[in-house]
């Protein structure tokens, strides 16, 4: 009895060392892997080159079309091809200028111009999207590696374990059966199997979470990349996450025209309302179609002396040239009602975005209530009672008053309480961090209203 009570005295240093929180080695933050993604995101710079094009367009868009010289020598006489022969024979010399249609080019900069506004709004959303992306790679690579350290701890346990046992059954002391040394043996062996699965999974999040980190080389031809970080090693404490907009969740329920009005001003919706914009002003520009076109010319006609010394005076010409829209039925009118098509489109776009906004909101609003309420449950009750469950199996074990199986099973239970507590933590951080991307408000609300 001495020898059983020996053995299982050796356990008190390991479950000791499971209730305490060990300072980890510092990590990459959570904060400080958004930060450097956005950083090294090439996307944001691809979006400011393609704002200085549509800006440069604009200014170009302004600028009337360049004017047309011709140069010809008109009416030379083909038995002599003598300039002087005839008194029609003369060089010509004409410049003519056309002007677009009504008010095309102020309303096609305009137009330009407006479209440049988008490019901002859609790098806000692009930051809020990687702030998303990464935040929910980050937290699945926490639970793996949360879920590792965990289960290493416990592996120690069971490998105690299984050498008490082998030890109980082996002097005869006490109810040890072979039944249960086989028993133990066989958890330790799922628990290294469950090891090499999370392992995987915290590979595998770790190879995404990576492709954040990787910093282009633009001054390279071909393809150069360096990474920020060889190895991966995540902090090991969980970040606070708060909801952007906390008075929503304290509403009852919000209706669907208050959540339709706070996304209204997140900046994928406002790039739509930039894109109708651009729409509207199509449909302006179409119409201009309605509107003759203008053009001014004018040349001089230069003559040589008669062959007998007689001068001939030299032409000059100008004229004005315009187009009549009147046959505007299977061309212009289509081309305004093609606009107006366009415009009326990109409002069932805005109209989809919100819609789909607005369920997404819901669902994750759903999600962070039960998640809170299970939380709740894992504090206050789950994983007291499956601690004190565990303590009590193996007091009734050393005690000769319980079975081997129920103190691997109670400490396999009071694992997985563990486990799915972290779990329930990283599941609420994601749904914070995925309902914070629908939150999030545009800085440039003023200038695009």
């Known amino acids: 009895m001495f020898k059983r009570f020996a053995c299982l005295g050796a356990l008190a240093p390991i479950f000791s ?112 999207q990687v702030k998303r992306q990464v935040s929910q790679l980050w937290l699945d690579a926490y639970l ?15 490998e105690q374990m299984v050498d008490i046992a ?8 006490g109810k040890t059966r072979q039944q249960d040394v086989i028993r133990a043996q066989l958890e330790l062996l799922r628990l290294d199997d469950r090891l090499m699965s999370e392992q995987q999974k915290l590979e595998a999040a770790s190879a995404a979470l990576s492709e954040w980190f990787y910093q282009s080389n633009e001054q390279q031809n071909s393809a150069y990349f360096q990474q920020a970080y060889a190895e991966i090693t995540l902090s090991s404490a969980l970040p606070k996450l708060n909801v952007n907009n906390p008075q929503l969740l304290k509403q009852h329920r919000p209706t669907v025209n208050q959540l339709a009005q706070l996304l209204a001003t997140h900046p994928a919706v406002l790039a739509i309302d930039v894109k109708e914009k651009v729409a509207k002003k199509g449909v302006e520009l179409a119409n201009q179609q309605y509107q003759p076109q203008w053009g001014v010319n004018a040349s001089y006609g230069y003559r040589d002396d008669a062959p007998d010394g007689m001068d001939r005076a030299d032409f000059f010409s100008v004229g004005v040239t315009f187009d009549l829209p009147l046959f505007t039925e299977n061309r212009q009118d ?8 366009e415009s009326e489109a990109v409002k069932t776009e805005k109209l989809l975005l919100i819609r789909n906004m607005i369920a997404e909101v819901d669902k994750e609003m759903n999600n962070l209530q039960r998640l809170s309420q299970r939380q709740a449950l894992y504090d206050q009750q789950l994983l007291k009672q499956t601690h004190e469950q565990a303590e009590a199996a193996l007091t009734a074990y050393t005690n000769d008053d319980g079975d081997f199986a129920e103190v691997v099973q109670a400490r396999i239970a009071e694992l997985n309480t563990t486990i799915e507590k972290v779990k329930i933590d990283v599941d609420t951080l994601k749904t914070v961090s995925r309902l914070n991307y629908f939150l999030t408000q545009a800085q440039q609300t003023q200038s695009v209203r």
């Open 17 to 128: 060392l499971m209730a305490a929180n060990a300072n980890a080695e510092q990590g990459i933050s959570l904060e400080q892997a958004v930060s450097l993604a956005q950083q090294n995101d090439p996307w944001l710079r691809g979006s400011q080159l393609q704002q200085s094009a549509v800006e440069a367009r604009s200014t170009a868009s302004a600028t009337m079309p360049d004017p047309q010289i011709s140069i010809s020598a008109m009416n030379l006489p083909t038995d002599s091809w003598e300039f002087d022969q005839e008194p029609m024979t003369q060089l010509k010399v004409g410049v003519s200028q056309m002007f677009p249609r009504g008010d095309t080019l102020t309303i096609k900069n305009s137009q330009l111009k407006t479209e440049a506004t988008k490019f901002p709004l859609l790098r806000e959303n692009r930051n809020a």
């Open 144 to 158: 793996a590696q949360t879920t590792v350290d965990l289960i290493n701890k416990d592996k120690a346990l069971f």
């Open 166 to 173: 082998k030890a109980s059954y082996s002097s005869a002391v």
């Open 334 to 341: 289509q081309q305004v009602a093609a606009s107006i098509a």
